[in-house]
């Protein structure tokens, strides 16, 4: 039954507008225009009910997204542009709203026939919906609710096994399903736990929650949408909940009806809430207070009102409560067992579609139209028969010409890349490799592309655990034999490198060791992510792995030390000027190495602690151009011109007239840079009102002040 009705039209929010219900939209602006806050919200809902309801009385199938609240809402909104002559809102409507605006100002008799035709289909026949709320009365609820429909199947089903399993396909939990008292009950007791909880923890609780509640759904052969009893709906539950276990003070305000009620019992009927609470449990074989790892959803669905919702199609029997140690990424997984019909019909129908494959959209749209894409992935993933392939293509394990064979090789390759480059392959040596020892084979199945040969291995070595044990694939890249412990990127694995060598690690063999896996990246700077602490610039060309040194409070307490020492009656000292003996005094390093100058630089800039800080003469200079001096972070000298200014004052006296070139050897002297540092941009290096640039920039005064 469900392949049935997932062969009937289905409407998204993609489907296009017809003239009328523009048409319809337009008459509808101008009260829409005059309200506002939850008036104008409330509006919208009906109008989109109205929709909504028209499509499913016509037989089609309709997503949640379909003509909703937010997508009327937001047509309506742009219709203000046509309106107000682009005056106001957002972007011009489709051609289909250009048109029926077009009759609107210019042919008004032919656009209140458009109206008129789509409002008797809707049995209303006022000129506006001023009386909305009578089209809201006049929409039919939908077939689970209803009676008069659940009714039979109830009885049927109680005396017809086989009728019970073919039309409990028919049933639909959506999002607007309401509440029952015992679901309100089971979250209410939930909430003291959930309350104690923050950030991830505390989603990976409502995962939990959401899992139980749309898996026992499942279980009872129910089709869920992706809103029933979703992540967002329990989260907004249980800050709803919040308002009322803090008196209002936290949380959302208005709290539904059900969860005061369930509450009210909380405070003022324990036994006769824990008694409710304990019934709900004990449908999914649950008899203690709600755990972490399993609040359940109940068996019947009852409203928020006064009138009575149709008797429960019969649970399916339950055998072990379905228990989570995690929180799951979907339904699927916990509903293994009731998806297994289901996967009975998909896994002979892909392996009839060849080595051609299917698309795994095409798949989701037939066969659970009502389910989530990445619910549908989770069922592919199960299967161990069926091969997931790039672009969106799934293929059945036994159309592989060669299959077996080809799992064996590509074992063979792998092994070879772990024992050469530690534990690790990728896309691109693997492509290379299988190319020579899998030719016969990427003729044969026309798997001649990188992608296909890496998604191919990694079904092999991941959903099917050849080998002994799963590998590690990460990005689309890269191949590991086991989850490595640094990034799954080219920079961890510079990491690895690094530690294999006592924690150094030269440019020119981190570029080696990448063009022989065969990865390229820009420079080393990015790739190595100096601008972070995980590598020290030690030398040009040479860097140094942070772990490796053990800093720790004690060790950046040292460098302070010896700085503090050295500056005792300085205000600020130039590295060039400080003598080799005195970084015996900083911790040693890995090997007995010494320390240099561009080290005890990028330490200061990476280790705030150490409370000093290295002043560069231009700004974003690169990690191997060492500094032109070092001060203390408290120091009235911030930059490169309070350096030169206060040197100058000190040595020469203020003011001076002087040549640009003239001042630039003078501070190569110093040693505050070297070499031709600065040859053409010392007025770019100097930007202060002390330094008057004239003459091109070619001569300048040094101001005292």
């Known amino acids: 039954m469900q392949s049935a009705q997932a062969n009937k039209p289905l409407l ?57 609240v937010n997508t009327i809402n937001s047509q309506l909104t742009n219709l203000m542009l046509l309106f107000t002559d682009g005056e106001k809102e957002l972007t011009p409507g489709s051609k289909i709203f250009q048109k029926a605006y077009t009759l609107y100002r210019n042919d008004r008799r032919k656009f209140d026939e458009v109206v008129l035709n789509i409002k ?163 449908l999914i074989g649950l008899n203690t207070n709600v755990p972490a790892s399993a609040p359940a959803l109940i068996e019947t669905i009852e409203a ?50 060849g080595l051609a494959g299917c698309s795994m959209t095409d798949m989701h749209k037939k066969f659970m139209p009502y389910n989530s894409l990445s619910d549908f992935k989770q069922l592919i993933e199960g299967e161990n028969s069926i091969v997931e392939l790039p672009e969106d293509r799934i293929v059945h394990r036994d159309n592989i010409v060669d299959v077996d064979e080809a799992a064996d090789a590509m074992l063979k390759i792998l092994n070879s890349h772990f024992a050469q480059f530690d534990g690790y392959s990728n896309i691109h040596l693997f492509f290379d490799a299988a190319q020579i020892e899998l030719h016969m084979f990427i003729n044969d199945n026309d798997f001649d592309d990188e992608e296909t040969i890496y998604a191919l291995a990694k079904h092999f070595f991941v959903k099917e655990g050849c080998g002994g044990r799963p590998f590690y694939f990460s990005g689309g890249t890269h191949i590991w034999k086991q989850e490595p412990d640094y990034p799954n990127t080219l920079h961890g694995l510079l990491i690895n490198r690094a530690r294999r060598n006592g924690g150094f690690l030269s440019g020119e063999d981190a570029e080696s060791f990448a063009q022989k896996i065969k990865l390229t990246f820009a420079g080393l700077t990015q790739v190595l992510q100096l601008q972070k602490a995980a590598f020290l610039q030690y030398e040009k060309g040479e860097y140094l792995l942070s772990e490796a040194l053990g800093i720790d409070k ?141 003459d091109s920039n070619k001569n300048l005064t040094v101001l005292d002040k």
């Open 304 to 353: 928020d009102s006064e009138d009575e919702l149709p008797p429960p199609i019969p649970p399916l029997p339950i055998k072990e409560p379905v228990r989570r140690e995690e929180p799951p990424t979907s339904v699927i997984p916990s509903a293994a067992k009731p998806r297994s019909k289901l996967a009975e019909i998909i896994v002979p129908y892909v392996r009839e579609c």
């Open 120 to 282: 008797n289909i809707i049995g209303e026949k006022t000129n506006t919906l001023a009386s909305s709320e009578n089209i809201a009365a006049k929409i039919p609820a939908l077939p689970i609710d209803s009676t008069d429909e659940a009714e039979p199947v109830t009885e049927r089903a109680q005396s017809d096994p086989t009728f019970r399993e073919e039309e409990r396909d028919k049933i639909t939990l959506t999002g607007k399903i309401p509440w029952s008292l015992e679901e309100a009950a089971l979250l209410i007791d939930a909430y003291p736990e959930w309350s104690e909880k923050s950030g991830q923890e505390a989603m990976a609780f409502v995962h939990i929650v959401s899992d139980m509640f749309r898996t026992l759904a499942v279980i009872k052969g129910c089709l869920i949408d992706e809103i029933y009893r979703n992540v967002n709906g329990i989260d907004l539950y249980f800050r709803s909940a919040m308002t009322l276990f803090t008196d209002g003070k936290k949380g959302l305000p208005n709290p539904p009806k059900i969860l005061q009620k369930a509450y009210a019992l909380y405070r003022n009927d324990r036994p006769k809430f824990d008694e409710i609470a304990l019934n709900a449990k004990n």
């Open 554 to 694: 004690a060790w950046e307490l040292r460098i302070k030390k010896a700085l503090d020492d050295l500056l005792a009656d300085a205000e600020f000292i130039v590295p060039r000027d400080i003598r080799p003996e005195w970084y015996r005094c900083l911790p040693p390093l890995p090997g007995g190495t010494d320390w240099t100058p561009l080290l005890l630089q990028d330490v200061l800039k990476k280790h705030e602690a150490v409370a000093y800080k290295a002043i560069s003469a231009m700004s974003g200079q690169r990690y191997d151009i060492l500094c032109a001096a070092i001060v203390p972070k408290s120091s009235h000298l911030e930059s490169f011109a309070d350096i030169v200014h206060s040197w100058l004052r000190s040595k020469w006296g203020l003011p001076m007239n002087t040549a640009g070139e003239a001042l630039r050897q003078l501070l190569c002297e110093s040693g505050m840079i070297s070499g031709n540092e600065l040859i053409s941009n010392m007025h770019k290096a100097l930007v202060d009102h002390r330094f008057a640039w004239r």
């Open 12 to 68: 998204s929010e993609q489907t296009p507008w017809s003239l009328e219900e523009a048409a319809l939209l337009i008459d509808v602006y101008p009260e829409w225009r005059e309200k506002s806050g939850r008036e104008l919200m409330e509006f919208s809902r009906i109008i989109s009910d109205m929709f909504r309801t028209l499509a499913l009385d016509k037989g089609y199938i309709i997503t949640e997204k379909y003509r909703n």
